[in-house]
């Protein structure tokens, strides 16, 4: 009976939907950054995911799969470009360059990371009671 | 007369485990719902069922049958764009059916060894 594997993956799927609230949290609150140049603006830091599969030895069988994180990378969508030459960030033709985060687009991404999340702590509320009456098993 | 214990306790057992490793693949589903590209898996406990069940009636006394379980995979109702094929709806609520026919089957187990305490207990 392998319960630790499944403690292991719902524990796997909380690290990355933690690590998808937290690049949505830094998101927000870079959302109105500016900077003097493209370069220099704050991009959207999107989460990759991706599945280890753990098989049984036997027969080589898939038995389970955890989340891995593969790391973080950043939105290539367009820069917001501002005309602002009071601005002291503004570059020599006035430009001044503020973040291509969502925020619709990260609120939702939050809910649905912590929802997620939920899913996963549920999983392990249940594992939990079923290991636990399988420890009183034959006290009636 | 011999109590054989395998025979006694019956298909039970092997039932416990057969949920034991679905709550682990329907677990591993449930993790994976926001993964690109991951393909939703299910066992198929009736067909594993019936294999033990078969392996009961063709075996001697000292035969112990073996619990083998195949991943099948799963057609989503709603085939998302990333490729993914685990729906959070479906895989939530199989897991809690899997979770309560999981004790279903220990309280079948518990009567068992229930019924062979009074007889080694002779009342």
């Known amino acids: ?140 | 007369m011999a109590i054989n214990f395998d025979k006694a306790l019956g298909i039970h057992p092997y039932a416990l485990q057969a949920r034991v490793q679905r709550s682990e693949i329907l677990a591993s589903n449930l993790a994976n719902v926001d993964t690109p590209g991951y393909l939703a898996r299910d066992y198929d406990f009736k067909a594993a069922m019936a294999d033990v069940e078969s392996q009961f009636d063709n075996s001697g006394s000292a035969f112990v049958p073996q619990l083998s379980m195949e991943a099948q995979y799963r057609v989503p109702y709603q085939p998302a764009l990333d490729g993914n094929t685990a729906e959070m709806g479906v895989e939530q609520s199989k897991f809690n059916n899997n979770a309560m026919d999981f004790q279903s089957s220990l309280t079948f187990l518990n009567m068992k060894i229930q019924g062979l305490q009074k007889v080694i207990d002779g009342r």
């Open chain 1, 1 to 140: 009976m392998s319960f630790n594997n499944i403690y292991e993956i719902a524990g796997s799927a909380m690290r990355s939907q933690t690590l998808r609230l937290n690049t949505v949290a830094s998101n927000l609150a870079n959302a109105d950054a500016a900077a003097s140049s493209e370069k220099e603006a704050y991009h959207a830091l999107k989460p990759v995911f991706s599945s280890v599969y753990q098989t049984s030895q036997e027969e080589m069988q898939i038995t389970g799969a955890s989340v891995q994180m593969l790391g973080v990378t950043q939105s290539q969508q367009a820069i917001e470009r501002r005309y602002e030459p009071e601005n002291s960030l503004a570059n020599e033709e006035g430009y001044v360059f503020y973040s291509n985060v969502n925020a619709v687009e990260e609120m939702a991404d939050m809910m649905s990371a912590s929802r997620s999340f939920e899913g996963s702590v549920e999983v392990m509320r249940r594992v939990n009671s079923m290991q636990q009456s399988l420890l009183r098993l034959g006290k009636g």
